[in-house]
């Protein structure tokens, strides 16, 4: 009985785990479904251990329930001191104890083989990984300021701890160790591209690289995210701002910035147009070519009368417009955009400035509402991004 | 060996390929919660030290480095599932403020 219990439940165990925690991995990359993800994984570790305790027999599950719990305890411990919204760096001595926990698994299984064997090569490399793993992640501990080098460290502690998971695994011809291990050791490195990738880097660039090139035009504390995350605050919205700018106009975005506006509408939002004369290339641009895509005239309000619109608006949507929501800039007298009618988004909800780098508008001058911690960019084509947009809005509507 | 290897060859490659296709786009700002959420499956190498608490393969240090290890592994999935908490109801309360 206990012989068919280990051949054949085991490894079914392991399957179900995999299963599991590849969906739980997968509901964590999408903003609607991340809520899923942790029972999921949660679930997937249950079902590994259970697997690997029916496998190895119920011998030794005491000391496992002890250390394990008291790792757990302490971790658990440790995370609830996390700041609410942790950077990638404050998050990464997390995979980074379990690569050095790998490490240690295989610094033993060397001295278990031959060190000239296959094996004792495997065990070296998988104790390598492991230890390196656990290394960089305690030296990130070190960096509070999250830079995207330190973002991709991070990233690269989960590839070194799951592919010294994944080493050990092959040692042990333990399946679940494989796939997990493998698994997360690729996304570990899917991940390091992804987020070098969005500071404008290649992987390689960022880790050997030390010149800094990238055009951050002097801005540090940048925030940016994909529509996704912004259609799921816009359409919960109420009170929705659209403020147009030059980049509009350039991308010939009216007619999918109208479709935005309906869309929200739709969801029963208010939504208001706030206009500039002076933005665009000639006064009163933008009323032309809202007035073109067929905005009616009564959701246009003038900068100058924008402001108690702007206090209760939930989410604002600044469309390649720089300049005319820069208060800080009208208000300094040595600025050469004092005076400007400009709009104050300062007591605004969410703002998402959709922009296609941050160079700075017509007139040179560096917005501080880019830095606000209620402001997120969403970096592209004003077009594009309108109608990744619209796409988003429509498919979440049933 | 070489049987065992030659499978392991090929969960490791279709591993590398579901991992890619898995983490293909991600918005900046689930970054943090995904590092946690690697934390918690890279601890399933809590399973590789267990082997060493057996007979099947002799422990030099008397289970002492296993130990350590399931220590170290219980800590990441602990704390990773307690950090994937915390991250997610940062989330809310933000949307919420939206």
């Not at chain 2, 995904?34 to 030099?60: N, Q």
């Amino acid at each position: 009985m206990a012989q068919v219990l280990r051949s054949t439940v085991a490894p079914l165990l392991y399957l179900v785990s995999a299963v599991v925690f590849f969906l739980g991995l997968k509901a964590l990359t999408r903003v609607r479904s991340a809520r899923r993800g942790r029972p999921l994984i949660a679930i997937g570790l249950l079902f590994a251990a259970a697997g690997a305790i029916l496998e190895l027999g119920t011998g030794r599950l005491a000391v496992f329930g002890a250390c394990a719990g008291l790792g757990g305890v302490v971790g658990a411990i440790f995370a609830s001191r996390l700041p609410a919204a942790p950077s990638v760096g404050r998050v990464a001595w997390l995979p980074g104890l379990a690569g050095m926990g790998s490490g240690l698994v295989a610094i033993e299984l060397a001295f278990a083989y031959d060190l000239w064997s296959l094996q004792g090569a495997v065990a070296a490399a998988a104790a390598f990984l492991g230890v390196t793993s656990g290394y960089v992640a305690l030296g990130l501990l070190r960096k509070p300021k999250d830079t995207p080098s330190n973002a991709v460290e991070a990233a690269l502690v989960a590839a070194c701890a799951g592919w010294s998971v994944a080493l050990v695994g092959l040692l042990v011809s333990n399946a679940i160790l494989l796939i997990v291990g493998g698994v997360a050791g690729t996304a570990g490195l899917a991940l390091g591209r992804t987020v070098a990738a969005a500071a404008g880097r290649s992987l390689f660039g960022l880790l050997f690289g030390a010149v800094k090139t990238g055009d951050s035009g002097g801005y540090d504390n940048i925030r940016s995210c994909g529509t996704e995350e912004a259609a799921m605050v816009m359409e919960s919205a109420h009170n929705v701002l659209i403020v147009p700018g030059l980049g509009m106009a350039i991308a010939q975005a009216q007619h999918a910035v109208k479709e935005v506006g309906e869309q929200l509408e739709k969801r029963g939002a208010k939504v208001r147009y706030v206009v500039a004369p002076s933005a665009g290339c000639i006064p009163g641009h933008m009323n032309i070519l809202l007035d073109e895509a067929g905005v009616p005239h009564d959701r246009l309000v003038f900068v100058e009368d924008a402001g108690p619109f702007a206090k209760e608006a939930d989410a604002v949507l600044v469309i390649g417009a720089d300049d005319i929501v820069n208060v800080a800039a009208a208000a300094d007298p040595k600025n050469p955009l004092f005076g400007m009618p400009a709009l104050d988004l300062s007591g605004a909800g969410s703002v998402f400035v959709v922009k296609r780098s941050l160079r700075p508008g017509l007139a040179g001058v560096k917005n501080p509402l880019f830095e606000q911690s209620h402001t997120t960019m969403i970096f592209g084509d004003a077009k594009k991004v309108m109608q990744a947009l619209i796409a988003e809005l429509k498919s979440s509507r049933h | 060996m070489t049987g065992v290897l030659l499978v392991a060859i090929y969960v490791l490659a279709l591993g590398w390929f579901l991992g890619l296709d898995i983490l293909g786009k991600i918005p900046p700002t689930l970054y943090a919660m995904i590092l946690a959420g690697l934390g918690v499956l890279a601890a399933v190498g809590m399973v590789g030290a267990l082997y060493l608490l057996g007979d099947e393969i002799p422990s030099r240090t008397e289970g002492g480095l296993p130990g350590v290890a399931l220590v170290l592994a219980g800590a990441a999935a602990g704390g990773g599932l307690v950090a994937l908490g915390r991250l997610l109801g940062a989330f809310r309360r933000g949307r919420g403020k939206a």
